[in-house]
């Protein structure tokens, strides 16, 4: 099972991006589907989430600007991210519980990230 981010980029503040993650390999079920991000000197934390039947939640600093959404047909999930602001810079990794085909049993996989940068 591979994760893959894609669409992070410099972006100036109150700008938008759109992350995208697409999962790949032998999948048998893909369960919940998440955004994190590591700041530079900074633990990782939780961005957005969204459950396999679509039900998303937020940590509150992002509720309103960061919108989670997902494509069960090309196993994609994405994170629409407005008003951005300097401190939003980090790599942002998605994260995906999926059961594979090869291995039974629900583990978490994990993306390499996609750098987003908020300076002007």
């Known amino acids: 099972v591979r994760l893959e981010e894609s669409g992070g980029d410099l972006v100036q503040p109150g700008g938008s991006l759109r992350l995208s993650c697409e999962v790949s390999?032998?999948?048998?079920?893909?369960?919940?589907m998440a955004w994190y991000r590591r700041a530079p000197g900074k633990q990782r934390e939780l961005v957005a989430g969204?459950?396999?039947?679509?039900?998303?939640i937020y940590v509150d600093s992002m509720k309103g600007r960061f919108t989670i959404s997902s494509d069960n047909n090309k196993n994609t999930v994405y994170l629409q991210m407005t008003t951005l602001k300097p401190e939003g810079t980090a790599v942002y990794l998605c994260?995906?519980?999926?059961?594979?085909?090869?291995?039974?049993?629900?583990?978490?996989?994990w993306g390499q990230g996609t750098q987003v940068t908020v300076s002007s």
């Open positions: 994260s995906a519980d999926v059961e594979a085909w090869s291995m039974p049993g629900r583990r978490t996989y």
């Open positions: 390999g032998s999948i048998r079920t893909i369960y919940d």
């Open positions: 969204i459950s396999d039947r679509g039900w998303p």
